[in-house]
């Protein structure tokens, strides 16, 4: 059988034969490339059975061969598939995650570094208030999130954070609903909005200062004197 063998898997094969005799295993499978009788390569999947002596001896090996070509070529393009959304996740500058029912986060991308200072692996299987500011963000909203989420296609609201260095900022997070394998899932989508609303904050506080000055000033006095005059005309 050992000529049906691609020859750049005999030494997968033999290896796990040597193996399985070694450890005394009465049965595996392993999936190598056959050459078919015209020339062709498929992806086999072998079922063996051996048999043994009183003394450990292999007696006898069977085995039930499949094509499984289809399955194989299918698995492959799946983990293209899923690596180009992998790329694509890991590419965004904002922090994604997903959460469970429980709200602990099953997987995250690779903008929690950028937004939070945590490594993706850091935050996995933890509660997703590891995130929020203490005292900024009461413990059953996210509860409430996902109810509301039920009934609407998406939200957006405004969060207190915190980073890996405790540092407390301000974040914009979008909120879906979805599935990952099979399973309902909230998708978070979060970006760093501190500067933009501490330029928003500025800007009310200058249009309230110069407001303020204008109508406090001699200026602001005689340009309301000349607008009273002239009704008087």
Request: aromatic share 10%; hydrophobic share 35%.
């Amino acid at each position: 059988w050992s000529s049906d063998v691609c020859s750049s898997d005999l030494d997968l094969v033999w290896g796990s034969f040597k193996k399985l005799a070694k450890e005394k295993q009465e049965s595996f499978s392993l999936i190598n490339r056959n050459v078919t009788k015209n020339g062709s390569v498929v992806y086999s999947e072998w079922y063996n059975s051996i048999l043994y002596d009183k003394e450990g001896r292999v007696l006898s090996v069977y085995s039930l061969v499949a094509n499984v070509t289809d399955r194989v070529i299918a698995f492959k393009e799946s983990e293209k598939s899923m690596q180009s959304y992998r790329d694509l996740f890991d590419s965004m500058s904002e922090a994604i995650y997903l959460l469970d029912h429980e709200n602990k986060i099953l997987i995250a991308n690779k903008g929690v570094k950028a937004t939070y200072g945590y490594e993706p692996e850091e935050i996995v299987s933890n509660n997703q208030s590891m995130l929020r500011a203490p005292g900024k963000f009461d413990a059953n909203e996210m509860d409430r999130i996902r109810e509301v989420s039920e009934q609407q296609e998406a939200q957006k609201m405004e969060v207190w954070s915190k980073k890996a260095n405790g540092e407390v900022f301000l974040t914009e997070m979008l909120v879906n609903k979805g599935s990952y394998f099979g399973q309902s899932v909230l998708i978070i989508i979060e970006r760093d909005i501190s500067d933009r609303k501490f330029a928003e904050e500025e800007l009310i506080r200058r249009e309230k200062f110069f407001s303020e000055l204008f109508n406090t000033t001699p200026l602001a006095d005689r340009k309301s004197t000349r607008l009273n005059s002239s009704h008087l005309v």
